[in-house]
């Protein structure tokens, strides 16, 4: 029987990622050329394979790979009716909710149809905003009607058991990753006074970008202060508070970079900062991957998703998150200790190693959609209760 495989995420844009690869052969995000290729590889296998992304323009696209990407103009959590008509009109075998979309996931689980909800989200803010932004989302996970329970991450994963999601539901996935640190050089100290920081992702007050650049400026009279930031989002706000603080001439926004420019940035940097602040919803940042693989240094945010992964003074140096004060300190301990310095760069390999997940985003979803008994033992041997706790 032919399947109709349809995944639908909040935001983004796959014609648009298809569109680039066609002309340059980059991608802007990490992982984009991968899902390509996984939905016409699930395509070719299955029958159909859709990727609808509910704020990107209106379109329903069929690309020469066999897969179909999809647009609905429409916000999920706001108003879902136009994502839902989209829906409807691809007439999905198997549905795919991409990100905690409950009213999607309530809608979803009135149809008679595989449903998989696949998630890139941890859930540690105030009980109070979680329940404002999430209410009901663990009852939905625990329905029956929910096959397939995958989060971004195994402290990601793990945090959806605490919200409530049984073990036996919940999946850790993951993207592969092509660039590694096996064959880059540690790196050893920076030349005295160099502090040349580079920050990759999404610009906003939840992740830390505003506490980076306060640090930055606490620097200044210690060091020769730059900061690069690569990103999309509220880049007027910071370069205001850049100039506030006296540091417009240190602080460069360059906006969105090819994904293959950022392991570049980052070897060209002194130390790489991932700052995000508790209240930032960070499943597992690709950002963190790519730092190891640059093996320079990596200062790091006290978030709850970086536990495990980052061991304080071996693999990043940490600092409580939200604290400017204490993440220009951190720096320059780092850029101060020479033996610090190395012991960070050469720990960033056994670290990358050891963040590795057996579980491929595109190699479940296939499980799933196949689903005969040796498909649904694999996906059950995988989850958090079945030995699937990969670190």
Known sequence: MTKRLLIVQFAGDFREAWRLRERTGGETYYGHGYILDELARLAAKH?????????????????????????????????????????????????????????????????????????????????????????????????????????????????????????DKVIAWDFPHLRTPDGVPARTAPPPRSCNLFYVGSIGRKKGVGDLIEAAARLRDRFDVKVRIAGAGKIELFRAQARRLGIADQVEFLGLVPNSRVSELMREADLVVVPSRLSFPEGLPLTLYEALASRTPTIASSHPMFTGHLVDGESAAIYPAGDAHALAERIAAVLSDPALYQRLSHGAREAWHRMQIPVKWGTMIDHWVSGDEADRTWLASHTLSGGGQAS
């Open 47 to 167: 029958g159909e394979a859709g990727f609808l992304c509910g704020t990107a323009p209106p379109h329903c696209e069929k690309l020469p790979t066999g897969a179909t990407v999809l647009g609905a103009g429409a916000d999920a959590y706001k108003d879902p009716r136009a994502i839902i008509a989209a829906i409807e009109r691809f007439a999905p075998t198997h549905l795919i909710v991409h990100g905690p979309m409950v009213k999607l996931l309530r809608w979803s689980l009135g149809r008679d149809l595989p449903l998989g909800c696949l998630l890139a989200d941890s859930f540690l803010m105030n009980p109070l905003e979680r329940w404002w932004r999430f209410a009901g989302l663990s009852r939905a996970l625990n329905d029956p009607g929910i096959s397939l329970v995958a989060n971004h991450g195994v402290n990601a994963a793990r945090n959806l058991v605490e919200i409530g999601v049984a073990a």
